[in-house]
Each structure stands twice: as structure tokens, then as C-alpha cells.
């Protein structure tokens, strides 16, 4: 069965259409759900880059190799633990820097937008 059981159709001129449409896309949704988002007042985002992703893939692939030398060097009782845990954390602050800039820079283009 259904979850939505009422259909309603409207009309939009070509401005409005094509503003919904390029909501839908940069947002990785259907054209209904950007509709439906805006009823209950939820935030669109932009879906990120490729290369995005790709960037936090690699990051994390370096911070678990520190983390397995990390694992090392306390299996073997290492006195420089401290120097590999603070690569580790810098690379964890690495991959939150990246993140924040991404989305505020999309926060700040949506307040342009507004």
C-alpha cells in the first residue's frame, strides 16, 4: 500500500519549473522531494563533489595506517607513541577541516541565495 495516498497537481511557469528542477538536481533528489522537503521546512544540500569523496577516502586510508603502526608501537612498547598519535590526530583534523570547508562554503552559497 501506499504511504501517499493524495496526489495534488499544480502548474509552474517555466521560471519556477526550471528553479525546481536545478534544486533537484544539485541536490541529488527528485523533483517531488525537493517539494516535499520544502513543506517540512528541511535544508537542501548540494550533493559533494566526486572528488570530495575521494579526498576523504584517501585521508582515512593514511589515518589507518597510522593507526596500525600506532597499534605497533604499543604492542612493542615504543617510547615515541606520542609523536604517531599526534599524526593521527592531525590527520583527524585533516579530514573535519576538509569537511567543514565543503559545507560552509555551500552554507554560505545558499545565504547568497536567499
Known amino acids: 500500500m501506499r504511504k501517499r495516498n493524495h496526489r495534488i497537481v499544480f502548474y509552474l511557469n517555466d ?13 541529488g533528489r ?4 525537493v517539494i516535499r522537503a ?7 544540500t548540494q550533493l559533494p563533489p566526486v572528488d570530495y569523496g575521494k579526498l576523504i577516502f584517501e585521508t ?3 589515518g589507518q595506517n597510522v593507526n596500525r603502526l600506532l597499534r605497533i608501537a604499543y604492542a612493542n612498547n615504543y617510547f615515541n607513541t606520542p609523536i604517531i598519535e599526534e599524526c593521527l590526530e ?3 583534523g585533516l579530514e573535519r577541516k576538509i569537511h567543514t570547508a565543503f559545507f560552509e562554503t555551500q552554507e554560505e552559497g545558499d545565504d547568497k541565495n536567499s
Do not use: W
Request: overall charge positive.
Open 38 to 44: 520544502a513543506i517540512e521546512r528541511k535544508r537542501l
Open 15 to 27: 521560471e519556477e519549473f526550471d528553479r525546481l528542477t536545478t534544486l533537484a538536481k544539485e541536490s
Open 30 to 33: 527528485s523533483r517531488e522531494d
Open 90 to 92: 592531525k590527520i583527524r
Open 60 to 62: 582515512r586510508r593514511v
